[in-house]
Nanobody
Framework: QVQLVESGGGLVQPGGSLRLSCVAS????????MGWYRQVPGKGRELVAT????????VYEASVKGRFSISRDDSKNTVYLQMNSLIPEDSAMYFC??????????WGQGTQVTVSS
């Protein structure tokens, strides 16, 4: 059974930082590209950042470049999203995604991030 479990969300003031974690089980983690997506009510899910196997390629959505950093630790089956200089527009439910070519992708249940004073 595949599980992706996110954690690390919460309420933070503008300018603050959070570190999201996603622990995967039931997949060969090091063979999957991993990603973070976010969604606000009434809108579609949008890509935040992705990281390929062996951390070879990293991609960021334009509005988070320079503020967010994605990383992975294959020994812990974990992908991270370090979020700095948070702004209210970053408030959303953040989801972890695991993707591999010729295979279905998997999603976590999400962790809520709220940026507010």
């Amino acid at each position: 059974q595949v599980q992706l479990v996110e954690s690390g969300g919460g309420l933070v003031q503008p300018g603050g930082s959070l570190r999201l974690s996603c622990v995967a089980s039931g997949i060969t983690f090091n063979s999957y590209s991993m990603g973070w997506y976010r969604q606000v009510p009434g809108k579609g899910r949008e890509l935040v950042a992705t990281i390929t196997t062996s951390s070879r390629n990293l991609v960021y959505e334009a509005s988070v470049k320079g503020r967010f950093s994605i990383s992975r630790d294959d020994s812990k089956n974990t992908v991270y999203l370090q979020m700095n200089s948070l702004i209210p527009e970053d408030s959303a439910m953040y989801f972890c995604n695991a993707l591999r070519l010729a295979s279905r992708d998997y999603w976590g249940q999400g962790t809520q991030v709220t940026v507010s004073s």
